[in-house]
């Protein structure tokens, strides 16, 4: 059977949305700083994915745009990673695609790994979250970690619309602090020669599921590292999802901070304090 595509018609340009579920990211590996993903120890009992996020266009050229690893137990994803290019103003659209390939049940006679829009080739789930998941949810957006806003072409923006890159993100935190951050992480980031992103979620053990499955955010958090002047240097975020505050920390720092749930390290090429790099070409440094 051919495969499930979407056809999505977006200032007059056709695209098929698609993405692989992979054993590693070693076809997405572009995306972290020197190909090498954060080093990411789940929780006892906690499965993980690796997706190579990508569009095949109109013309069937695939082209890879980030890389997500998801929790099909927590049903939202652990982060999302990406090449940060100056943003422009790209307009909006909130299609949102699910991961057939995440689901047992998925057609074996599919031989391309593709995204699938809602109520094509999903209808019930036990690894992802769903559309339905959110409805009658007045309290939380589908929160993106690839935002559209740090996004430069429409190839980008409509990738980012998958659910494989969103998580249940408080409605005011979505559309005030969080919203803020990212402008001033854009901000930070412009002048960058080249610029990695590492966003990710720390979920809510406490508090309700989602439809009873997909759990909430408790924090969500943002690493970033610039290369400017021949220098790396990184910074680290967090906020607590309901209180409109994010707070700005060293990369060490936030990884110290996220222990309390799971064991990464965002930049696993990289040292953590500029004495640590002895390197003559580059100062790797991202602290």
Not at 2 to 23: E, G, I, T, W
Request: charged letters at 20%; a neutral charge; hydrophobic letters at 30%.
């Amino acid at each position: 059977m051919k495969h499930l595509v979407f056809l999505l018609l977006l200032s007059s340009v056709c695209f098929f949305a698609l993405s692989k579920v992979v054993d590693n990211f070693k076809e997405c590996e572009e995306f972290f700083l020197d190909d090498k993903p954060p080093v990411f120890t789940p929780p006892a009992g906690v499965s993980v994915k690796p997706i190579c996020q990508c569009l095949q266009d109109n013309n069937d050229k695939q082209i890879y745009l980030y890389a997500t690893l998801y929790s099909t137990t927590w049903k939202i994803p652990v982060y999302s990673a990406y090449v940060f290019r100056k943003s422009k103003s790209i307009g909006r659209c909130d299609t949102w695609y699910i991961e057939p390939q995440l689901e047992d049940s998925r057609d074996s006679g599919d031989s391309e790994q593709c995204m699938g829009p809602q109520g094509s080739a999903v209808k019930t789930s036990s690894n992802q979250a769903l559309n339905s998941d959110y409805k009658d949810s007045n309290n939380y957006h589908k929160g993106h970690l690839y935002p559209v806003l740090h996004t430069d072409n429409h190839l980008s923006m409509l990738a980012t619309s998958t659910l494989t890159n969103a998580a249940p993100q408080d409605s005011d935190f979505n559309t005030n602090e969080w919203l803020e951050h990212e402008r001033v992480v854009i901000n930070n980031l412009q002048s960058c020669d080249k610029a990695y992103v590492v966003t990710g979620v720390v979920p809510d053990m406490q508090a309700p599921k989602l439809n009873n499955r997909v759990y909430v955010s408790k924090y969500y958090w943002r690493a970033t590292c610039c290369l400017k002047n021949n220098q790396y240097t990184g910074q680290g975020y967090y906020g607590l999802d309901n209180n409109n505050q994010v707070k700005k920390l060293t990369i060490k720092d936030l990884q110290d901070f996220l222990k309390n749930v799971y064991q990464i390290t965002f930049f696993p090429s990289v040292p953590t304090s500029n004495t640590e790099a002895k390197k003559p070409r580059i100062d790797k440094a991202c602290n």
